[in-house]
């Protein structure tokens, strides 16, 4: 089964709005990865937070991990309709080099 | 966006041929991985390599093979092609790191379809 599991699986929301997407895993890891996937394209990666982090910022990016929950958010401020992508997190896994896990993903559709 | 290339973008192919998806970086990355991607769903690992003469089965059992002669170069091949093979095929590098705190670049992937 997989590692992570985001919630929702799809969000809609108007342009200026934030968006919250959440992270659940099963195992201890290393790192907590979130990556953005456009229609059609590859995965770019946006952030990493390392398991004795708890809150990491990037840009309009704010991701927070809570090991004790296994769970991490992503919450994208002032959201752009060049947002509009699949978030997926991904975790590498204790003693398991860079094999990353890979959740379902959060379809999140920003309407101008 | 990252130095990964992978050909053809598309490929619509007729079932039992043998087919082969090219992948290639020029970032000097020593680990690469194969994807399969539904669409809109997660990605599942099938095939990596720590480096050159070196690939492994991911966690995602699958009928393809793939070669690591040198270091750019990460070829999937499926002998002979079956519907069940429709997919998106993304590939992906990453550097070295013991902690694997090193995020992976990918390609824009190959979807495939049989007929």
């Known amino acids: 089964s997989q590692q992570g599991e985001e919630d929702p699986q799809a969000l809609s929301i108007q342009e200026g709005e934030n968006a919250t997407m959440n992270c659940s895993y099963k195992?201890?890891?290393?790192?907590l990865q979130w990556y953005r996937q456009n229609s059609g394209r590859g995965l770019v990666h946006l952030i990493l937070?390392?398991?004795?982090?708890r809150e990491k910022h990037s840009g309009r990016l704010r991701v927070t991990l809570d090991t004790s929950k296994k769970s991490s958010s992503l919450l994208i401020t002032a959201s752009r309709a060049a947002d509009t992508a699949s978030y997926f997190c991904?975790?590498?896994?204790?003693?398991?080099?860079?094999?990353?896990?890979f959740g379902g993903g959060t379809r999140l559709m920003v309407k101008p | 966006e990252a130095d990964i290339y992978q050909t053809p973008r598309y490929l619509v192919i007729g079932t039992g041929k043998k087919i082969t998806l090219e992948c290639s970086q020029t970032?000097?990355?020593?680990?690469m991985y194969w994807y399969q991607q539904d669409p809109g769903m997660e990605l599942h690992l099938i095939h990596y390599?720590?480096?050159?003469?070196?690939?492994e089965k991911g966690d995602l059992s699958s009928e393809s093979t793939v070669s690591r002669i040198r270091t750019e170069h990460f070829p999937l091949t499926l002998e002979s092609a079956r519907p069940s093979h429709t997919s998106q095929y993304l590939c992906?590098?990453?550097?070295?790191?013991?902690?694997?705190?090193?995020?992976?670049?990918f390609g824009d992937g190959t979807r495939l379809s049989i007929l």
């Open positions: 970032m000097g990355h020593d680990k």
């Open positions: 390599s720590y480096g050159v003469n070196s690939t």
């Open positions: 992906a590098s990453s550097g070295y790191s013991g902690t694997g705190d090193q995020p992976q670049h």
């Open positions: 195992t201890s890891i290393n790192n």
């Open positions: 937070i390392r398991s004795n982090e």
């Open positions: 991904a975790t590498v896994r204790n003693n398991a080099g860079n094999m990353l896990t």
